[in-house]
């Protein structure tokens, strides 16, 4: 399995982003994907996630009414829509998917390269 995430880039605050995340490799039905995002000094932190089976999403607080993930069955890919970014949103985000939704927020066992968002204010 492979993830490829895109998208990052140099933005202001109040603008939007947007980052996608293409799957390949065995096919998968039950399988949670979704982002992590990480500064330097800092632990990884859950961002949002979905399940690919019934498009249930998960968010963390901090994104949340910001911050939509999506799925294209038909690309095997996902998108995270950020919408009026913060400073604190600079990150470098990762891809990353996993069997459940708890096993996926402790311990993925897949994960793309990350990606820079950086949001200037």
């Known amino acids: 399995v492979q993830l490829q995430a895109s998208g990052g880039g140099l933005v202001q605050a109040g603008d939007s982003l947007r980052l996608s995340c293409a799957r390949a490799g065995r096919p998968f039905s039950s399988v949670i994907m979704g982002w992590f995002r990480q500064v330097p000094g800092k632990e990884r932190e859950f961002v949002a996630a979905?399940?690919?089976?019934?498009?249930?999403?998960y968010y963390a607080d901090s994104v949340k009414g910001r911050f939509t993930i999506s799925r294209d069955n038909s690309k095997n890919t996902i998108f995270l829509e950020m919408a009026n970014l913060k400073p604190e949103d600079t990150a470098v985000y990762y891809c990353?998917?996993?069997?459940?939704?708890?096993?996926?927020?402790?311990?993925?066992?897949?994960w793309g390269q990350g990606t820079q968002v950086t949001v200037s204010s």
């Open positions: 990353a998917s996993g069997p459940t939704l708890l096993e996926f927020q402790s311990k993925p066992n897949y």
């Open positions: 979905i399940s690919w089976r019934y498009s249930n999403t």
